[in-house]
DNA sequence: GACCAGGCACATC
DNA sequence: GATGTGCATGGT
């Protein structure tokens, strides 16, 4: 029943929606710092920020491991948070430079969920930013969970809003086939709907899924 | 001016 | 273990 409803979700998102080509990035770098800069922010406004790092030749891990923290956190001022997101891409840079040559090949050749753990142990990186660099950065068949994701699971019976993080994760990947471009696309069309049609206290309506059993009573 | 946006860590109880 | 709070800019 469940899986079912997972599936049909997508259909109808996709069939409404299209592809969404995600995710909105040029390169794995520029993926994995997006990743970071876009925590509990607009996304136009991490697009300032890394226009900022493109406009000074620093969008690269590389460079981005040589620079100053406190000039890091001055470029990336637009999207919020600034100071705490710029140690928080440092703790990464350090990470990757210190325990793997600074290579996203080689963290790419880890198994999944070693490579899952060490992403979580870092400062800064939490469950959602550590997924979204594995699918969209690393192409692993990881399901990346947001605020949207709960958001409309909840609003429609997919789940109790008692839910955590790895619950909500198992509901999608558990009913989905291990695809990345299935869990690329249906994470993306559900950030499409969320922005869309899902917004906090306001009614569905125009929803392709205002068809399917749900409520807005739900919320966080 | 209030509210929201593709979280996370940490303090406190 | 649950709950509250700081972090900050920019659009609606």
Not at 55 to 84: C, F, W
Not at 99 to 121: A, K, P, Y
Not at 179 to 204: M, Q, S
Request: glycine letters at 4%; a negative charge; hydrophobic letters at 35%.
């Amino acid at each position: 029943m469940t899986r079912e409803k997972i599936q049909q979700i997508y259909e109808l998102l996709f069939e409404r929606f299209g592809q969404q080509f995600w995710w909105p990035g040029e390169t794995k770098d520029e993926i994995i710092v997006g990743a970071i800069l876009t925590q509990n922010t607009n996304w136009q406004n991490v697009e300032k920020a890394i226009a900022n790092l493109k406009r000074t030749s620093v969008m690269s891990l590389d460079k981005l491991h040589a620079l100053p923290q406190d000039e890091l956190a001055e470029l990336i001022r637009p999207a919020g948070y600034y100071n705490i997101k710029a140690k928080r891409l440092k703790n990464f840079l350090n990470w990757l430079f210190e325990q793997h040559n600074g290579s996203v090949e080689e963290i790419m050749s880890m198994h999944t969920d070693n490579l899952r753990e060490e992403l979580l142990s870092i400062n800064g990186i939490g469950r959602e930013t550590a997924d979204s660099i594995l699918l969209y950065a690393l192409n692993k068949p990881v399901f990346v969970v947001d605020a949207y994701t709960y958001r409309i699971a909840t609003r429609h019976h997919l789940i109790e809003p008692e839910c955590d993080y790895e619950q909500l994760r198992s509901l999608f990947e558990d009913n989905l086939e291990s695809d990345i471009k299935v869990f690329n696309e249906y994470h993306a069309l559900l950030v499409h709907t969320g922005k869309e049609y899902c917004r906090p206290k306001a009614r569905c309506s125009g929803c392709p899924l205002e068809m399917m059993p749900h409520t807005v009573e739900t919320e966080f």
